[in-house]
């Protein structure tokens, strides 16, 4: 039994790709840029286009495809229900489409829905699998310093730009810390006599309880420790905080913009001139 | 007879991805029916992943586990009834306590084995004694009211409940104060003693490794780099620095002082030997110092 086999967020592979060297800042930006086009793609089509884009980008960040795919695989029996449920319950939205394709009561499944919500649940997927490459060919310092520099915009406004990204690293620091830990008690309360792994669905939630208890627990202490931790490094948030590390877009961040800049003109393109149903 | 043999184990973290590590290279071991056996290596040297195959947490994907008969790898074998048999005692045991009560909490498992509700308060009460907690005064206690030696031997009892025939316990006096280890080492050769419990003991300490185990195995970067009895592997300087483990103290004394040419046999590991030894070879020296006199 490994859990932590399957939990690609939060960690981090360390290479040397033009990927890893792009301004955090820049690779953040573009990942936004990329992930607000995805909501206005509606074809299968396109949908293939961003795939072969970052299965491209994966390639080139030298991340291995199974291991960022291995990533999604915690989440498909989430998406698998929440397919199902959008199917039940869209049927009044494509209620005047006369291609049902199956009928029961209240439940109307039409092709369109099919349709819609299998895109849907793709591009879910691909948002994921965005993130993941994101955090993949990023180490933990340079997100920060990325999400930190680009909230500082918003300081005037009173947002506290550095105390956000210290809570956005924390919990992804703290993820595979966590899953390492619900490993260990669940070993441990299955070395006593759980049985963790057989059961229906109400057994199952019940013998969670000895392993989410003592979870819970650990993190607070964790959660104390690093207070103490950080106190005792006179941490105080960002005000009056300057940095070695300097952020600073070069060629290659640039070269970034074109290609995805690019990427999306074709997006556009095949989405205006080729549209549905493809 | 032996009651649990491992073959040409090998194990890897996070097989399939870049994080991928080989802890275990081929792993041979074999655990006496009733002896106490000790497994020592440093940091990082598979110990841990090891012992976790002993009671079917870990499937052998690479080579063969065998416990008392059940291949731990066939399809069926029932992974209950190999937990029940080998109880294993991970580190820090007193993290895994869930329950309010100090009773509660040690009657956990025997109530996964669905076992009537008198021969439930019957087992925790014998695991309670086992470990040295009086059950009148104890069962009712908060367990986050204990300190952490009587948690952590509440925790074993938790896993002595399920009656086990083998126990395994995971550097059993990590972190503790010295009664609190003294306390623990105590109950672990009483459950062999007494209770006549086969007991594998993973230990960082050199010191308590040799006051209590009968066999001992050293690991070595997934491998074995040796097995034999205490004296003889404890004593084997040579081979300790190589593997990166420190001394047993009394070694050292005599290590030095055999490098400064006395005549002394490092197998004498406790402290009592040790001193005896030391005065033997005292005066031998002596002797011959006065000898060599007499000639000039």
């Keep these: 039994m490994e859990l932590s086999k399957d939990i690609t967020l939060g960690q981090y592979i360390p290479r040397e790709s033009p990927v890893h060297r792009m301004d955090p800042r ?32 994966m390639k080139v960040a030298e991340i291995p495809v199974d291991y960022g795919l291995r990533g999604l695989k915690p989440a498909l029996p989430f998406m698998a229900v929440l397919f199902v449920i959008q199917l039940m319950f869209s049927g009044s939205l494509f209620a005047d489409s006369p291609n049902v394709v199956f009928q029961w009561g209240f439940i109307r499944v039409t092709t369109e829905a099919l349709r819609t919500y299998t895109l849907v649940i793709i591009r879910v997927l691909l948002l994921f699998l965005s993130v993941t490459i994101l955090t993949l060919s990023t180490s933990l310092v340079s997100l920060t310093d990325g999400v930190e520099s680009m909230m500082a915009v918003f300081r005037p406004l009173g947002v506290p730009a550095n105390e956000l990204a210290m809570v956005m690293v924390i919990a992804l620091r703290f993820v595979p810390t966590l899953v390492d830990e619900l490993e260990r008690i669940m070993k441990a309360q299955m070395a006593r006599g759980a049985d963790i792994e057989t059961g229906n669905f109400i057994q199952k939630t019940r013998q969670r309880i000895p392993v989410l208890i003592p979870l819970l627990l650990n993190s607070f202490n964790r959660a104390e420790e690093l207070i103490v931790a950080m106190e005792a490094r006179c941490y105080r948030g960002g005000k009056g905080r300057t940095k070695r590390r300097q952020l600073k877009l070069t060629r290659l961040d640039w070269q970034a913009v074109g290609i995805v800049a690019l990427f999306l003109a074709v997006l556009f393109l095949q989405g205006y001139y080729l549209g549905p149903p493809w | 007879m032996s009651i649990i043999t491992v073959e040409k184990l090998e194990h890897t973290y996070m097989e399939g991805t870049p994080f991928a590590a080989k802890v275990l290279h081929g792993v041979d071991l074999t655990v006496e029916e009733g002896e106490v056996l000790g497994i020592i290596g440093p940091a990082q040297s598979g110990k841990s992943t090891l012992i976790q195959y002993f009671n079917g947490l870990f499937i052998p994907k690479q080579g063969r586990v065998v416990v008392d008969g059940i291949d731990t790898a066939a399809k069926g074998a029932d992974m209950k009834a190999l937990r029940q048999k080998v109880g294993l005692v991970f580190q820090y045991p007193e993290q895994q306590l869930f329950r309010e009560t100090v009773g509660q909490d040690v009657s956990f498992g025997p109530e996964c084995l669905k076992l009537p509700k008198d021969e439930v308060r019957e087992r925790v009460h014998k695991a309670l004694r086992q470990v040295g907690l009086d059950p009148e005064v104890f069962y009712n206690r908060y367990v986050f009211a204990l300190s952490g030696g009587q948690k952590r031997r509440v925790a074993i009892a938790g896993v002595l409940a399920l009656g086990p025939k083998v126990m395994v316990f995971d550097d059993p006096t990590a972190g503790l104060d010295p009664r609190g280890r003294q306390e623990i080492l105590e109950t672990i050769v009483a459950l062999h003693e007494e209770h006549r419990l086969t007991v594998i003991f993973v230990s960082n300490s050199l010191e308590d490794v040799f006051r209590l185990v009968d066999r001992v195995v050293v690991l070595d970067r997934g491998r074995v780099a040796a097995v034999g009895e205490p004296r003889e592997v404890l004593s084997d300087v040579a081979m300790l620095d190589r593997v990166g483990l420190g001394r047993m103290q009394t070694v050292e004394v005599l290590e030095t002082l055999r490098e400064r040419g006395w005549d002394v046999d490092l197998r004498n590991l406790g402290v009592e030997d040790a001193a005896r030894e030391i005065a033997r070879a005292y005066a031998r020296r002596a002797g011959k110092e006065a000898a060599a006199r007499g000639t000039l």
Excluded: E, H, Q, S
């Excluded at chain 1, 607000?36 to 072969?52: E, I, Q, S």
């Design chain 1, 26 to 57: 820049m690779k953040i930006t573009l990942w936004l840029v990329l992930m607000v086009a995805l909501f206005f793609v509606k074809t299968f089509l396109g949908y293939a286009l961003v795939t072969l884009f970052l299965a491209a980008v």
